[in-house]
């Protein structure tokens, strides 16, 4: 009930705000980054993550409100770099309520028409595995139209549901973000290993793009490389930051 006032204040007083974290191909370019949302409360505390008001993101009303505004944001963002020579693909997290609410194609809908010069191929949609879980038929109609109009689908956390292998074989997918949990212990825990490697091998078979996540050292991303993994994204490369300091670390990045 706390996350639900605290994030009902914030948008009557417009202090949601994205922060931006890149994602970085094998060979050294800039791939995109992920939006990820935060609240600013104007105090000491600074800036909260999600994990302070996750209620709210699973709230009937709340989680399209919410949604509509990183949309938005997210999406104006990318078209400003876009006009400032960075093609950037900009990933967004959609929460399960959002994605499954009545109003959620025309959320998306109503963004292409706002942005209609931003290439529909450098948006995608992060899905976790629980929205399928809450109605699997609705969760794949949706994603399929969402497909269908050019706009990439990843899905995130992957690996943390209990149907991950049921997804692969039925939503329509372009990326699988591997959660960071299977990543952090890769360098001391064999089991680990065996599981990114299993799922990196999956998804190349599949021709899908893999993500390791939770990149937190340089040994990290060599050992993910040596397995086949496209794009890293985690503290080794870069944390998550404001909007205005990404075209300096990209045109500063090797
Ligand atoms: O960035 P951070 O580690 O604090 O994110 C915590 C969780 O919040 C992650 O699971 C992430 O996917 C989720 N999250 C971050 N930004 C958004 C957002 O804009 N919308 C939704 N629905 N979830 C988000
Ligand atoms: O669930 P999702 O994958 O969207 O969550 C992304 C979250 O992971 C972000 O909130 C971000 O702050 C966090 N994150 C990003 N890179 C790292 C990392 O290298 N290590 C850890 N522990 N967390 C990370
Ligand atoms: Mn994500
Ligand atoms: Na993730």
Known sequence: ???????????????????????????????????????????????????HFFSALDHPLLARKIGRFVLNTAVHQGMLWLNQGFSLRVGINISAR????????????AILARYPDFPRELIELEVTESAPMLDFPSAISTLQAINAL???????????????????????????KIDQSFVR????????????????????????????EGVESLGHARKLADLGVNVLQGFAIAEPMPAEKISNWVKNYK
């Open 1 to 51: 009930a706390e996350g639900i006032h605290m994030a009902e204040q914030a948008l009557a007083d417009n202090r949601f705000v994205l922060w931006y974290q890149p994602l970085v191909a094998l060979h050294g370019h800039v791939l995109g980054v992920e939006a990820l949302l935060r609240l600013d409360t104007g105090r000491a505390e600074g800036l909260l993550n999600p994990g």
């Open 98 to 109: 959002h994605l499954l609410d009545s109003e959620f194609m025309q959320d998306i809908h």
């Open 150 to 176: 050019g706009i990439h689908i990843a899905l995130d956390d992957f690996g943390t549901g209990n149907a991950s292998l049921t997804y692969l074989q039925r939503l329509p997918a372009q990326t699988i």
């Open 185 to 212: 212990d890769i360098l001391v825990d064999n089991k680990d290993l065996a599981i990114v490697a299993g799922v990196t091998s999956t998804a190349q078979a599949l021709g899908l793009e893999i993500v390791a």
